[in-house]
Every structure is written in C-alpha cells, then in structure tokens.
C-alpha cells in the first residue's frame, strides 16, 4: 500500500519552456502532498505543502510563480515549472500523506534544462 | 523553523560491522523522527520511524534510539550487509505526515560497506 506514482521520470527540454510533473497517490487519498528538490549529491529541501482544494504554501526563497502548484484532487497534485532555465535543473521529488501517517515518496523527476 | 544536524557525511564499514549515524535537532516542539534510505537517482524509502513518546525502536537489523532532553536520535544498523551501501537521511517534524510544515531532512550520509 501507500504507492505514490511521479511522471514524467525524466525531462530534457530547452531554456524557456515550462515543464509539468505529476505526482499521484495511488492507493489512498492524500489530503497534503509537498514537493522536494534535491541537488546533486544534497538533500532534500522543501518547495511547498499542497493541500487539495487551496493555495499551495511555498518556502521561503521559492518562486510561487515559477513553481506553479495544483492540488485539483485527493490524488493529484501537479507541479509547474514555468520558463525553466539551466539553473532550474535538479531532482524533483513529491511525497504525500493522509491522517497523520508518514510520508511516502514518488520516484522522482530528473529535469535537465540546455 | 526546524534545523536538522547530520553526522558523518560519510560513513564506510567493514561488512558484518555496526554502522551509526548521529542527528541533532533545534525545535523541541518536533515529536517525530523518520529515517530514509537512498539508493543512486530513486526515490527515499522509508526504514524507520520514531515518535517522541518512546525512546528507542527496532525492527530485525535496524534500531533508533531518540534523546529527546538532548534533542539528539540515532540510526543503528547492525550486521551490516552490501545492500546497506545507500545514503540516509534523518528528519524530523511536529507530526508524523509533515503537518503543515513538511519533513525538515538532515543533509544525509553516504554509507559504505566495504565487503
């Protein structure tokens, strides 16, 4: 149980282009998911807690608009990277939790910006 | 908010040794303390949890162990195994699901088994 699915799994794609990712749970409806990026060889930093049917929550220093967040539904959740540059190339990973329980992840999304 | 201390970066073993890695944490009102294994490009997987109401928790070969006065929790994994090699990651919340504030990660260590 507790499946979290994220696609794409990789993304190539030019400078200047927004790129979506999705990230669903499978299995059980998830009233909170956030959204991590990860840098080569760093850990995991919080972007922003999503919660279904409200404004993200977004940390401080990320962009909400270039990181565009919807949370339509208790199992989707999507992330908008809007005009993505070089520097926005990293690791994206969502997790998500319901009632309290722990935060299960997806598999991650590898955005390579040229 | 939340700062998570993690030590060592880097951690080599001898296989069939114990491994430990340490994490320190700054907001007493966090009362959860989630452990994550990492393998190259996938997604953390989730080893072992502690809440703060209990001092220490194992399950087979791994055990952690949580200090709550010295705000400090532990990772012990015993008889260690090649598959082991990974980085983990400690961190640490109010609630178990990360609340309305998330998961604040430790910066990870990267374990080695040496065979």
């Known amino acids: 149980g507790a499946v979290v699915s994220q696609h794409p799994s990789r993304v190539i794609c030019k400078s200047g282009t927004s790129v979506k990712i999705e990230c669903r749970s499978l299995?059980?409806?998830?009233?909170?998911m956030f959204w991590y990026r990860q840098f080569p060889k760093q850990s995991l930093m919080l972007m922003a807690t999503?919660?279904?049917?409200?404004?993200?929550?977004?940390e401080q220093g990320v962009e909400k608009d270039k990181f565009l967040i919807n949370h339509a539904s208790l199992t989707l959740s999507t992330l908008t990277v809007t005009s993505a540059h070089p520097e926005d190339s990293s690791f994206y990973i969502c997790?998500?939790?319901?009632?309290?329980?722990?935060?299960?992840f997806g598999d991650g999304t590898r955005l390579s910006i040229l | 908010g939340e700062n998570v201390e993690q030590h060592p970066s880097t951690l080599s073993v001898q296989e069939g040794d114990s491994a430990v890695i340490k994490c320190t944490y700054s907001d007493s009102a966090s009362n959860y303390f989630p452990w994550y294994k990492q393998e190259l490009g996938k997604r953390p997987q989730l080893i072992i949890d502690i809440r703060s109401n209990v001092g220490e928790k194992k399950d087979q070969r791994i055990a952690v162990t949580l200090n709550k006065t010295a705000k400090h929790f532990s990772l012990h994994i015993t008889e260690t195994q090649p598959e082991d090699s990974a980085v983990y990651f400690c961190?640490?919340?109010?609630?178990?699901?990360?609340?309305?504030?998330?998961?604040?990660f430790g910066k990870g260590t990267h374990l080695i088994i040496q065979p």
């Open positions: 299995d059980f409806q998830a009233t909170t």
């Open positions: 997790s998500a939790t319901t009632g309290g329980q722990p935060q299960h």
């Open positions: 999503s919660n279904e049917g409200s404004k993200a929550t977004y």
């Open positions: 961190a640490a919340s109010m609630v178990p699901g990360g609340g309305a504030d998330g998961l604040t």
